[in-house]
């Protein structure tokens, strides 16, 4: 599978991921992943801004408000049609370009900060995603991004439930996918939908077919050496007490880690 694939993937995704991410069906993004994104990023006032994965925009339109000066790819059509037109209706000073984060259409050194919002576990080759992005960033620029934690969401998967059916941990296999090199091979294709979405928002729209290429987390920290980066700070977020208390649906958050952030840097010299 390569990114051409994967781009076509994303397009007959973008119209129902768009349409139940902004009804507000994303809870898990909304009330868990992306502000502690934002809290591990910290100021972006001035910077410029390069979005690796953008889709509708949403995490883009964020860090504009803070103060960015944005630009941001993708590698769907479709997904930045609905990303221009909210630029649109409300202008924030995004470009929208139509891109693979493997061959980022821009020069060496233009930006100060890249993220990727859970987009390189969707890359065929994100290696070559970060070693691009390293490339555009400029000597001390921030590169931060989120994806799916490699050592909890594996292809083997399921919930163990006790005896009245709650939740109490996962069981988790295949981590070295079926080389044992990391799972890099051809890609495997999972199929889910927003589980917060009543049947009724669902109905008429297919279920998501989302790419994914796992790789080890060895093979995460190791690449980003490679590439020359420093790692500053990683976090595994998980809701709060009080977030839980509010919205039951993410309490799963608490059991096991959904998520990896990794923030790091492009040495000064």
């Not at 630009?71 to 059509?77: C, K, L, N, Q, R």
């Not at 259409?105 to 290696?127: C, E, I, K, N, Y």
């Not at 295949?174 to 917060?196: C, K, L, M, V």
């Amino acid at each position: 599978m390569d990114d051409r694939e994967v781009g076509r993937y994303w397009d007959a995704n973008a119209e129902a991921w768009t349409a139940l991410s902004r009804a507000g069906y994303d809870v898990y993004r909304d009330l868990v992943n992306t502000p502690a994104f934002l809290r591990l990023l910290g100021d972006v006032a001035g910077l410029r801004g390069l979005d690796v994965g953008c889709g509708e925009g949403h995490n883009t339109r964020l860090l504009a408000r803070a103060g960015a000066k944005m630009m941001a790819i993708d590698i769907s059509e479709t997904f930045l049609g609905h990303a221009r037109q909210a630029e649109a209706d409300e202008p924030l000073g995004i470009d929208y370009r139509l891109a693979s984060a493997q061959a980022l259409p821009f020069d060496d050194a233009s930006f100060d900060l890249a993220t990727a919002f859970m987009s390189l576990m969707d890359v065929p080759q994100p290696g070559r995603a970060i070693a691009e992005i390293a490339r555009v960033l400029a000597p001390g620029g921030l590169f931060q991004f989120s994806i799916t934690h490699p050592c909890f969401q594996t292809p083997q998967w399921r919930w163990i439930r006790d005896e009245a059916g709650r939740r109490t941990g996962v069981v988790c296999g295949d981590y070295f996918g079926p080389t044992g090199d990391g799972g890099a091979g051809d890609g495997r294709i999972d199929e889910w939908t927003f589980g917060a979405a009543p049947p009724e928002a669902r109905a008429g729209l297919p279920p998501f077919s989302i790419p994914r290429f796992d790789r080890t987390l060895e093979w995460w920290i190791n690449t980003l050496r490679d590439a020359g980066f420093a790692i500053d700070r990683i976090a595994e977020p998980c809701a709060d007490e009080a977030t839980v208390a509010a919205h039951p649906a993410v309490a799963d958050t608490r059991i096991v880690a959904y998520f990896l952030h990794i923030r790091c840097r492009k040495p000064a010299t």
